[in-house]
């Protein structure tokens, strides 16, 4: 099965940036389209972005457009987000995830639709 791992996270100030990655082990990402979500404490669980195979359109939530940006390198099995212009409301876990068996081209924002995921990175945006 895959196994993904998110790196990149910490404490940074409003305004400052981060970049987060995830790295997986087993099958590599060809083919799959790729996502990120994130939850604060004591909040539902919130789609950041997601990239499709292929043409490697990107998609993002209302909440971050304009200030992140995902992206992929399939050689090196890796997906990342660069976070810039960070808010405190920005603070929460941050996981990668997969869908397997998305069709070429596709993506979606519920994450009901990934069969795999990370264990998470922390992102603490201070005030």
């Known amino acids: 099965q895959v196994q993904l791992v998110e790196s990149g996270g910490g404490l940074v100030k409003a305004g400052g940036s981060l970049r987060l990655s995830c790295t997986a082990a087993?099958?590599?990402?060809?083919?799959?389209?790729m996502g990120w979500f994130r939850q604060a404490p004591g909040k539902e669980r919130e789609f950041v972005a997601a990239?499709?195979?292929?043409?490697?359109?990107?998609y993002y939530g209302d909440s971050v457009k304009g200030r992140f940006t995902i992206s992929r390198d399939n050689a090196k099995n890796t997906l990342y987000l660069q976070m810039n212009s960070l808010k405190p409301e920005d603070t929460a876990v941050y996981y990668c995830?997969?869908?397997?068996?998305?069709?070429?081209?596709?993506?979606?924002?519920?994450?009901?639709?990934?069969?795999?995921w990370g264990q998470g990175t922390q992102v603490t945006v201070s005030s």
């Open positions: 990239i499709t195979w292929g043409a490697g359109s990107t």
């Open positions: 087993g099958p590599t990402f060809s083919g799959y389209g």
């Open positions: 995830a997969a869908d397997s068996s998305v069709l070429i081209g596709a993506w979606s924002d519920l994450g009901s639709e990934y069969d795999y």
